[in-house]
């Protein structure tokens, strides 16, 4: 069974930072892959960054130049860094990963940004 806690999210002014952390219960040295997910009420769940196990990354393109994702497969963590955050960056964060029997989903991270 794959365990992945999410832990980092808050509230924050417009412009600030934020770096949410996923910690998983696996070694996430072979995993496919890894990202993070957000989610607003009422919408559809949107890819906001993905690092496959060579260290690939691709970002979603609002978050292009904010947002960096990273892992460290020493520690099983995979991190978001979020820097010059906007209103309209608030959702709750999902980490995921993809391991060879299916998809992995943390339980989500609220993420407020408000002034």
């Known amino acids: 069974q794959v365990q992945l806690v999410e832990s980092g999210g808050g509230l924050v002014h417009p412009g600030g930072s934020l770096r949410l952390s996923c910690a998983a219960s696996?070694?996430?040295?072979?995993?496919?892959?890894m990202g993070w997910y957000r989610q607003a009420p009422g919408k559809e769940r949107e890819l906001v960054a993905r690092?496959?196990?060579?260290?690939?990354?691709m970002y979603a393109d609002p978050v292009k130049g904010r947002f960096t994702i990273s892992r460290d497969n020493a520690r099983n963590t995979l991190d978001l860094q979020m820097n010059s955050l906007k209103p309209e960056d608030t959702d709750v964060y999902y980490c995921?990963?993809?391991?060879?029997?299916?998809?992995?989903w943390g339980q989500g991270t609220q993420v407020i940004v408000s002034s």
């Open positions: 690092i496959d196990n060579a260290g690939n990354t």
């Open positions: 696996i070694s996430i040295i072979n995993l496919h892959a």
């Open positions: 995921y990963v993809v391991r060879w029997d299916g998809d992995y």
